[in-house]
Nanobody, 120 residues
Framework: VQLQASGGGLVQPGGSLRLSCAAS????????SGWYRQAPGKQRAMVAT???????HYSDSVKGRFTISRDNAKNTVYLQMISLKPEDTGVYYC???????????????WGQGTLVTVSS
């Protein structure tokens, strides 16, 4: 299973970006997926998660500004970010809990990360 993240870049404060993460390989289902952020000098932290049923969870710092969504048919998860702040700067990683078959265990896979820089 591979996760390919894209959509990062340089944006001014108050701007918007949309991140995408497409999963490929041996996939039966993805019960949950999410986005995590590693800011400079800090540990990786959860930004937002979503289940295959559409239940979402956000960190307090992004509530009301970020929206996570997924397209189950495309095995893709998105992160729409608006009203970006300099403190949103970091490398954004996607993660997916994947079942490769109907009876397999669930394994967590990570994407390669995409850099988001919020600066004027």
């Amino acid at each position: 299973v591979q996760l390919q993240a894209s959509g990062g870049g340089l944006v001014q404060p108050g701007g918007s970006l949309r991140l995408s993460c497409a999963a490929s390989g041996s996939i039966f289902s993805i019960p949950a997926s999410g986005w995590y952020r590693q800011a400079p000098g800090k540990q990786r932290a959860m930004v937002a998660t979503i289940t295959d049923g559409g239940n979402t969870h956000y960190s307090d710092s992004v509530k009301g500004r970020f929206t996570i969504s997924r397209d189950n048919a495309k095995n893709t998860v998105y992160l729409q970010m608006i009203s970006l702040k300099p403190e949103d700067t970091g490398v954004y990683y996607c993660a997916a809990d994947v079942m490769s078959t109907a009876t397999s265990n669930i394994y967590t896979h990570w994407g390669q990360g995409t850099l988001v820089t919020v600066s004027s």
